[in-house]
């Protein structure tokens, strides 16, 4: 049996005026940068709601975006550029009566141990960390982020192959073993040859485990996730975010939930 | 498993008017059946128990593959701009000027310095999603109808 043929044409007509006003769903992953951004502004409304934090848009030269502005997110994989308007965009993040300021980015590349670039969906990295490398030539923060998670737009399920990535870039950031004696830190600016320049950021934990234990990891999909995932996310402390559109936003509720005691125990880094 | 015509028509459709890769998702998803819920099993004995790994699948009957394909689009299309246009709305909380501030703020997907490549803007108004909402309504109709 065919469409109904006025409903086929009004689908026509309608998936025109959809993909006129909004290109990026005609690209390769463009729907998929969308759920990005929808996280990394979730999270960051989560932050601002604590009450705990000032939470604001940058920049790519880390100044406020002004009213008019446009909050560029990348679409490609990139680390911390030198500050230029052209740069990405970020969230500020600033404890309220001092301390710790953190930054939230998308697609931002973190490097691991092995020297390979990973491209972490939204992340939290320590501002003092960022804006060392802003103030240089750029380049890759290394080390375990404060928060990380992984967008997945597919409606299948995630299997235990999926998780399996997750788990083995976490393995190569974090800084169980040290790139240099001098430094024993969670998160490290390294991009000169002298160590001694370094800008390292939080405590070095001595597994794997008890390093996945402080911050919030995830994979946020659309569809669900298989048991053999389940059981490394368990053991590895990798929450489990599936039906992210599903009505109710139970699971994104759960996400933002778990980010805020990260937030309130960033002291223990 | 055969695909209905209904399906056939509507993913034409889709690669014409610019969603080939998407088309050819869909055209995948349901070839391969539809997925199981997942075993919320109780906790099992690792030395006695085999873990589940594989996504068990079902076929889908050819009466209902249009709907399971309406609601693949809906996933697909419609949520990603409505949680856009979501994103643009918080954003604009967090501009640091707290007077005049505008309803949304524009949120542009844009290549780095050093890549070629076009900014993947939106021409809808921040904080809108008017095409997003039309499209759903259009998804629904299509789904009454194959129920």
New interface residues.
């Given amino acids: 049996?065919?469409?109904?043929s006025n409903?086929?044409l009004?689908?026509?007509t309608?998936?025109?005026?959809?993909?006129?006003?909004?290109?990026?769903?005609?690209?390769?992953g463009?729907?998929?940068?969308?759920?990005e951004?929808?996280i990394?502004?979730?999270l960051?409304?989560a932050a601002?709601q604590s009450g705990a934090w000032h939470?604001?848009?940058r920049r790519g030269t880390g100044a406020?975006?002004?009213?008019?502005?446009?909050?560029?997110?990348?679409?490609?994989r990139?680390g911390i550029?030198p500050s230029?308007s052209?740069?990405?965009c970020f969230?500020l993040l600033e404890q309220l009566g001092g301390g710790i300021d953190l930054e939230l980015h998308g697609s931002l590349q973190w490097q691991g141990r092995s020297e390979a670039k990973h491209e972490i969906d939204v992340s939290v990295v320590p501002a003092v960390i960022a804006q060392a490398l802003r103030s240089s030539n750029g380049g890759f923060p290394r080390g375990l982020p404060v928060l990380a998670v992984e967008c997945k737009?597919?409606?299948?399920?995630g299997?235990?192959d999926e998780m399996r990535e997750t788990l083995a870039r976490m393995f190569d950031l974090a800084l169980v073993t040290k790139l240099s004696p001098r430094w024993a830190c969670r998160i490290i600016e390294a991009e000169s040859s002298n160590d001694r320049y370094w800008t390292a950021w939080g405590r070095r934990s001595p597994t794997y485990r008890t390093f996945f234990a402080k911050g919030t990891f995830a994979i946020a999909r659309?569809?669900?996730?298989?048991?053999?995932?389940?059981?490394m996310s368990q053991h590895y402390h990798i929450r489990q975010v599936n039906s992210v559109?599903a009505p109710g936003l139970a699971f994104i509720l759960s996400l933002e939930g778990d980010f805020r005691h990260t937030l309130r125990s960033i002291h223990r880094f | 498993m055969a695909i209905?015509?209904?399906v056939i028509?509507?993913v034409a459709?889709?690669t014409?008017?610019?969603?080939g890769?998407l088309a050819g998702?869909l055209l995948t998803?349901i070839s391969l059946g539809r997925?199981l819920?997942?075993?919320f099993?109780q906790k099992v004995d690792p030395p006695t128990e085999e873990?589940?790994?594989?996504?068990r699948r079902v076929e889908i009957p050819e009466d209902e593959q249009?709907s399971f394909a309406c609601d693949?689009l809906i996933?697909?299309?419609v949520?990603?701009?409505r949680?856009?246009a979501?994103?643009e709305r918080?954003?604009a909380?967090?501009?640091?000027?707290e007077q005049?501030?505008?309803d949304a703020?524009?949120?542009?997907?844009?290549?780095?310095?050093d890549?070629s490549?076009p900014?993947?803007?939106?021409?809808?108004g921040a904080g809108q999603s008017e095409?997003?909402d039309?499209?759903q309504e259009?998804?629904t109709?299509?789904r009454s109808?194959a129920i």
């Avoid at chain 1, 463009?30 to 759920?35: D, P």
């Avoid at chain 2, 703020?105 to 310095?113: K, L, M, P």
């Avoid at chain 2, 900014?119 to 809808?124: D, V």
């Fill in positions: 049996m065919a469409l109904p409903l086929a009004n689908l026509r309608i998936l025109r005026s959809f993909r006129a006003a909004n290109r990026f769903t005609t690209v390769p463009g729907t998929g940068k969308a759920l951004a929808w990394l502004m979730r960051a409304l601002k939470v604001t848009l406020a975006l002004p009213r008019n502005g446009v909050f560029q997110f990348p679409a490609t990139h550029q230029s052209s740069a990405s969230v737009d597919k409606t299948s399920a299997t235990s659309a569809g669900q996730f298989s048991l053999g995932a389940r059981q559109y | 209905s015509t209904e028509e509507l459709l889709l014409e008017e610019g969603y890769t998702e998803e997925e819920p997942p075993h099993a873990i589940e790994d594989e996504v249009l693949i996933l697909r299309l949520e990603p701009v949680r856009l979501e994103a918080g954003a909380s967090l501009l640091s000027q005049n501030r505008p703020v524009s949120i542009r997907f844009s290549r780095s310095r890549d490549g900014t993947l803007a939106r021409a809808e095409t997003a039309a499209l259009i998804l109709q299509l109808v």
